[in-house]
Structure formats: structure tokens, C-alpha cells
């Protein structure tokens, strides 16, 4: 079955702590997203990558880092310095070219120790 | 500064008949509109998308209609069902961008009563 994988499904960080979240797509899709979405909010998006070994900022991408060393795999690092990483991250990728849909994986709930 | 809006918070119908969400957007430079679908501690599901050289598109129960002139999009459920309730977001991109990035809206949580 295609889809896209994101784990765990629940992770919880310590203060201080860098974490690590996965996510694998077996779509072939070129294109990969990051987004984190808080309680009553829609998604914003924290990083993108079009194709391998290349990634750019979204709108809200201080704090965390990304990489994209293969087409499948695209994990986010939720790093020490952002300061209010409680939230639902999810990940999707689509196809490149213009009006692409894009398909999301189940997501991950960071929560802080 | 939100440039994807979606000013009803919540959404109450009855089990057949017609769920309307609708969404308002400011950047007119804005040309692929999209709505998903999304049940708690999920990722959302696509449902149906729109180009802007088009002003509706139809795909079984659901419908997106498209008013550039007004920046305003909305999604038609006929008939609902209970199935439905969720939360439904709208989402919008500039093609010419070449980034695939969305904006996306706040969210409407649709219940439909059986």
C-alpha cells in the first residue's frame, strides 16, 4: 500500500532535548513538507524540499531543522531552541508540476516532560 | 496576516441535508484552491481541488465552487452524513510560485445530526 509514514505516532521531549521525527513516503513523490498545526489553528508549514538534497524555509521554520538525503525520507529535528514545540506535526509530499494535491501522513504529538 | 480565512469556526446540519463551509482569501495572485477533510489525531485527506480558469468542480457528494471576483471558495456536501463530521480545511496556492507551498485556513468543524 502507498502512503506516507510518520513516527512515533506520540513523543515526548525533555527540556533541552533535540528530538527527531520520521517521516518516510513510498509514493515516489518528489516534492516533501513539514507542518505543524496547533489547537484551533490551520497547518503552517515549517520546511519543504522539491527534490533530494535540497530544502528551503516555510513561514515558521526557526527552531527546527530538517534534511532530505534520500527521495523516500524527509525527518524533522525539533531542536532545543524553539521555545513552544507542543504541537501536532504532520508530514506530506506530492508530486512536482503545478496544482499537485498534497497527502499526508497521520502525524506526530510532541508534548513536553 | 492571514491570507486564508475560514470564518465559521463550527457547523451544525441535519443528516441529508446540504453542508455549505466557505472560505475567503485576500491574495488574488492565488490560482489552485483545495479542501480537506480531517478526523482528530489524523492527517488530513484530500477531497476535491479547483484551478482558477475553472468556477466549480464536482466530484460525487461534493462540490467546490469558486468566485475570484469575491476571493471566496466554498464546499457543498449533498446530502450530508454523519460520516462527514470532521474538521474541513481550505487551502490555497500560487502556481506560478513554483513552490507547491499551501496556506491553509483555520478550520470549520462540520457535525452532522443523524
Known amino acids: 500500500d502507498g502512503g506516507i509514514t510518520q513516527s512515533p505516532k506520540y513523543l515526548f521531549r525533555k527540556e533541552g532535548q533535540n528530538v527527531t521525527l520520521s517521516c518516510e513516503q513510498n509514493?515516489?513523490?518528489?516534492?516533501m513538507y513539514w507542518y505543524r498545526q496547533d489547537p484551533g489553528q490551520g497547518l503552517r508549514l515549517i520546511y519543504y524540499s522539491q527534490i533530494v538534497n535540497d530544502f528551503q524555509k516555510g513561514d515558521i521554520a526557526e527552531g527546527y531543522s530538517v534534511s532530505r538525503e534520500k527521495k523516500e525520507s524527509f525527518p524533522l529535528t525539533v531542536t532545543s531552541a524553539q521555545k513552544n514545540p507542543t504541537a501536532f506535526y504532520l508530514c506530506?509530499?506530492?508530486?512536482?508540476?503545478?496544482?499537485?494535491?498534497?497527502?499526508f501522513g497521520d502525524g506526530t504529538r510532541l508534548s513536553i516532560l | 496576516d492571514q491570507q486564508v480565512k475560514q470564518n465559521s469556526p463550527s457547523l451544525s446540519v441535519q443528516e441529508g441535508r446540504i453542508s455549505i463551509l466557505n472560505c475567503d482569501y485576500t491574495?488574488?495572485?492565488?490560482?489552485?484552491f483545495l479542501w480537506y477533510k480531517k478526523y482528530p489525531a489524523e492527517g488530513p485527506t484530500f477531497l476535491i481541488s479547483i484551478s482558477s480558469i475553472k468556477d466549480k468542480n464536482e466530484d460525487g457528494r461534493f462540490t467546490v465552487f469558486l468566485n475570484k471576483s469575491a476571493k471566496h471558495l466554498s464546499l457543498h456536501i449533498v446530502p450530508s452524513q454523519p460520516g462527514d463530521s470532521a474538521v474541513y480545511f481550505c487551502a490555497a496556492s500560487h502556481g506560478s510560485s513554483n513552490t507547491g507551498k499551501l496556506i491553509f485556513g483555520q478550520g470549520t468543524t462540520l457535525q452532522v445530526k443523524p
Open positions: 506530506a509530499s506530492s508530486p512536482w508540476g503545478l496544482n499537485q494535491p498534497q497527502h
Open positions: 509514493l515516489n513523490h518528489d516534492a
Open positions: 491574495n488574488s495572485m492565488f490560482d489552485y
